[in-house]
């Protein structure tokens, strides 16, 4: 899995699916002007999802949709796939590239944008923002008050708690969506602490956006399934870097550990056990549950949400612009505005990156000092001769004072661990602008690049002061965290993760502000560029193996019961569990599908209720004997009691899996639960 860098959080199943979600604007009077946001339940956008997304658009859709128009965003949840993005550092985790995972999610987002360009139709937005409270922590505050105490001042809290959102209507006023941006990570969901109150989560899961989502799609149309709506409801990441939905924080939930004396001033080498840290945040629901905590911040959000939609708004009104380049920020070189010249760095990472924050401490399952891992990652052990060379007297100057750990920026074997080029995207719609960003801004940072743009677009003249400017992250390739030079003298876990060195954010702003006249109503021609990164997926090594093949235990059958259901009547809230003899879900990812149903018995016919999108049911895979290929399957629902309610009456649970022989072809079962009811 793609999040908390930690080697066993590996799914065994679902919670809910994680869903690519587009939207497509475009000028009525000229509609080659338009620009496609997508908002994928991923960690991150990646340049090669991106590249593998353009490549097959071209091919659906030949002459439209380019660099430029297209920006690729990531919800920033941590609880889904890994293995898709193509530098070698974020692979340590999920044994490498897993090209399984890079097309499934190609693959959805192209679908997404394909049934959007589809579906166009002539239409009104309007703009608005509400204040979300309860939603969301500042994870590091020690950074954040190392900005000036003047600039603290001008804000109420220590992270963003806007909701701004565009709202899309048909010409006669019907709510066909919405595009909104919130600052808060998608850590909900735990997978590191087995210990009090910790939910061991190995379940795919959209996070607390992804649950945001679902909320506003099934209110909107609350007889559809998930992913079958006609309303769409995108929850983009903003200046999330500092932001945590973990808004409780309990010391009892700390492992503690006992730092021997020996180890004297250098007592960070273990800091991937916690010490860095003197608490560990849970969310709102911890007491009951983790996805308890998920569903109550995703509710926030749809809360949020649906107060503007059903508020006073602005209307949107304008042309369509986009503009993108490529920008090595390995060694970008400007004048601040002091004058004085300075340059980005080679990417590095600092020790407390691998330290954590109160959402997950740790990384990539070495101990820091040593660059010894553990023996339990054969992909480590592989790339471990390949150590990233030590930092020159010049790299250590130049990201001063960040105390150097991976020199990521000089190690290119056996192909490079971090990007150096990265995507640089500006989005805009009438005089709302979005700055489509290459990784995890602060809440300070985003603030002031955010305050730089929209002055910046109005003394350019290219809007008027009712410019409307947001920020979008982390989007099209990912470039780790931006913190403030302030926020980065700390080195805390944000600022010992930002790549390019301490003046990375002025870089951004300075590359930024240079973009405006290519969004103007006038604009023509293309900014300079850098070669774009190389392709990285070709080359890339994978270490997951293949299904080998599925079997039945002796006497039984693919899709047999195992455990079923019980006789005597359920009613809300109850847990519905049965088990069947199962498969590898990785002989079929079933995109678009499900892998269960929960159906009703209505007028002698089945019909379908719930699938595995719904959060009131689990899927959950388990091997039970790898030499015999036996594995067992077990689906769960908590009846749950939405708006529309569970009537009583008879249901059933189905199971759809697909089996791969040793020798032959892969091929599809059923498996079927008993019939229980619900009084």
């Known amino acids: 899995m793609m999040g908390y860098a930690y080697l066993p959080q590996t799914d065994t199943g679902l919670h809910m699916r994680q869903r690519a979600r587009a939207a497509i604007i475009a000028e009525s009077a000229n509609s080659s002007n338009r620009i496609v946001f997508l908002n994928i339940d991923t960690a991150m956008g990646d340049s090669g999802i991106r590249r593998g997304i353009l490549a097959a658009l071209e091919q659906e859709i030949p002459g439209v949709y380019n660099e430029n128009n297209v920006a690729v965003v990531g919800t920033h949840q941590h609880s889904g796939v890994g293995g898709y993005l193509e530098n070698l550092l974020p692979q340590l985790t999920s044994l490498g590239f897993v090209n399984q995972t890079y097309q499934a999610i190609v693959t959805g987002s192209v ?13 009104n937005i309007s703009v608005g923002n509400t204040t979300v409270l309860n939603a969301n922590i500042n994870r590091s505050p020690s950074a954040y008050l190392n900005n000036p105490a003047e600039e603290r001042a001008r804000y109420e809290f220590d992270q963003d708690k806007t ?37 061991n989560n190995t379940l795919v899961s959209g996070d607390n956006k992804g649950m945001a989502a679902y909320l506003a799609e099934s209110a909107a149309e609350p007889n559809s399934l998930p992913g079958q709506t006609e309303f769409v409801a995108l929850f983009s990441q903003a200046n999330v870097g500092d932001t945590s939905p973990n808004t409780v924080i309990h ?26 840290e003197d608490c560990h945040g849970r ?16 509710l926030a959000q749809y809360e949020g949400a649906q107060t503007v939609m059903n508020g006073q708004r602005t209307p949107v009104s304008g042309s369509v612009r986009s503009v993108h380049q490529f920008v090595n920020m390995a060694n970008y070189t400007f004048a601040l505005s002091n004058g004085t010249e300075v340059t980005t760095c080679p990417a590095a990472l600092g020790f407390s990156f691998a330290g954590g924050t109160t959402d997950g401490p740790g990384a990539f399952d070495f101990t820091q000092g040593t660059n010894s891992s553990d023996p339990q990652n054969p992909f480590w052990n592989l790339v471990k001769g390949a150590v990233t060379p030590l930092p020159s007297a010049a790299q250590v100057a130049c990201q001063f004072p960040k105390p150097i750990l991976l020199n990521t ?17 500006i989005l805009r719609v009438g005089q709302f602008v979005i700055l489509v960003l290459p990784g995890e801004f602060t809440t300070m940072s985003g603030r002031r690049i955010r305050e730089a743009m929209r002055a910046k677009l109005i003394a350019d003249g290219i809007l008027d002061n009712s410019a409307y400017v947001v920020i979008a992250g982390p989007a099209n390739t990912y470039g780790h965290y931006i913190a403030t030079i302030e926020e980065y003298a700390v080195q805390r876990y944000e600022g010992a993760s930002t790549l ?3 003046h990375t954010l002025e870089a951004y702003m300075d590359i930024y502000s240079k973009l405006t006249g290519f969004i103007a109503d006038d604009a023509s021609g293309s900014p300079p560029s850098a070669p774009a990164p190389p392709d990285l997926t070709k080359d890339a090594i994978s270490l997951q193996l293949p299904v080998v093949f599925d079997a039945a235990p002796f006497g039984k059958s693919f899709g047999q019961v195992l455990s079923d259901v019980q006789s005597t009547p359920y009613s809300v809230n109850q847990t519905v569990s049965v088990q069947f003899v199962g498969a590898n879900p990785r002989n079929n990812l079933r995109l678009e599908g499900t892998f269960l149903t929960v159906e009703q018995s209505v007028n002698n016919d089945w019909v379908v209720v719930r699938t595995d999108s719904h959060p009131s049911t689990t899927y959950q895979w388990v091997q039970t004997s790898t030499i015999l290929g036996n594995s067992a399957v077990t689906v769960n629902w908590t009846i749950d009691d939405s708006e529309t309610g569970t009537p009583s009456g008879s249901y059933r ?27």
Do not use: C, M
């Not at 920026?409 to 971090?418: H, L």
């Open 653 to 679: 649970i189905q199971y759809f899996g697909d089996s791969k022989p040793l020798i032959g072809s892969i091929s599809s079962f059923t498996g079927t639960s008993g019939v229980f009811t619900i009084a």
């Open 283 to 298: 969310g709102p629901g911890f007491r009951v549950s983790d996805f308890y905590s998920n569903y109550l911040i995703g």
């Open 409 to 425: 920026g000089f190690a290119d074997t056996p192909y490079p661990w971090s990007p150096s080029v990265v995507h640089i995207q």
């Open 111 to 123: 679908n997404a944008i394909v049934k959007a360009h589809n579906n166009l139709a002539p239409g």
């Open 251 to 276: 010391k009892d939930l700390v492992l503690s550990v006992k730092v021997p004396d020996s180890l004297g001033t250098d007592n960070h080498v273990h800091s991937t056990l916690q010490l860095a």
């Open 500 to 502: 390019f060195g301490p």
């Open 163 to 199: 909701l701004s959102l565009l709202r899309f209507d048909d010409t006669s006023g019907n709510a066909k969506g919405f595009l909104g941006f919130f600052a808060v990570h998608g850590t909900s969901l735990y997978e590191q602490f087995t210990y009090v109150y910790a939910q």
